[in-house]
């Protein structure tokens, strides 16, 4: 009986220790946002050990666009690009994108104007499959970007950190002995189901680069 009495007295005098469910979850998200981020991390940097010769060279892109959502943004994409050929031909590209994008939807719709701020990096894998002179080509990339806001127009991102899917295609030439290219992207973003809310926002531009 007096050891039933003295664990009754010993947890009277202990605090409490109660986690809230929104430090939970909070502590959670910080959680898989940062193991979001060093996947991208890797998957960017692997093909910079990988491949590496004189024929790597930098392009500039600047694409214009608008989403898919109904939102009628318009969409202004800054993607330049390290390019590293993988087969000898050069009809395998391996490229380390980066991104800067202003979405402005001001004055376009019922929901408060402004602009929001994407900003990323993503690594792209591009097939010339032909090695004409007007060659077209098709691409597939996947990153990981930052944005300045939880919302795009009435689509719910929930979060700082987004993802990227992106697929082009279009044709690359030589002018000048420079690589010009064209092209149709369409990109998607969301957050993966990192946090509550997933409204992902669809968008297509027509892309121009130019390599240095």
């Known amino acids: 009986m ?4 003295v664990i009754f007295e010993q947890a009277l005098h202990e605090k409490p220790c109660f986690r809230s469910p929104e430090l939970i979850e ?9 193991k979001a981020i060093l996947i991208v991390v890797l998957l960017t940097l692997l093909p910079v050990a990988v491949f590496g010769d004189e024929k790597n060279y930098i392009e500039i892109g600047v694409g214009a666009g608008t989403d898919l959502q109904g939102i009628a943004a318009k969409e202004l994409l800054l993607a330049p690009a ?29 929901y408060s ?9 993503a690594p792209f894998l591009r ?7 007007i060659n077209p080509f098709i691409e597939i990339g996947a990153g990981g970007n930052f944005t300045t806001d939880k919302t795009i127009g009435h689509q719910h991102i929930d979060g ?10 279009g044709i690359e030439m030589m002018i000048n002995n420079t690589p010009v290219s064209l092209s149709y992207r369409f990109r998607h973003l ?12 669809n968008s297509q531009y027509l892309m121009l680069s130019i390599g240095l």
């Open 2 to 5: 007096r050891r039933v009495t």
């Open 26 to 34: 909070g502590a959670l998200m910080v959680r898989t946002t940062w």
């Open 82 to 110: 390290y390019n590293m050929p993988i087969s000898a031909n050069g009809s395998l590209l391996a490229r380390i994108e980066g991104d800067f994008e202003l979405i402005d939807y001001a004055g376009k719709t019922n």
């Open 113 to 121: 104007g402004k602009t929001v701020v994407v900003g990323g990096v």
């Open 127 to 133: 097939l010339l499959p032909f090695g004409w002179k």
């Open 160 to 169: 700082p950190f987004l993802f990227s899917l992106m697929s082009s295609a």
């Open 190 to 201: 969301s957050n993966g189901d990192i946090y509550k809310s997933n409204e992902g926002v």
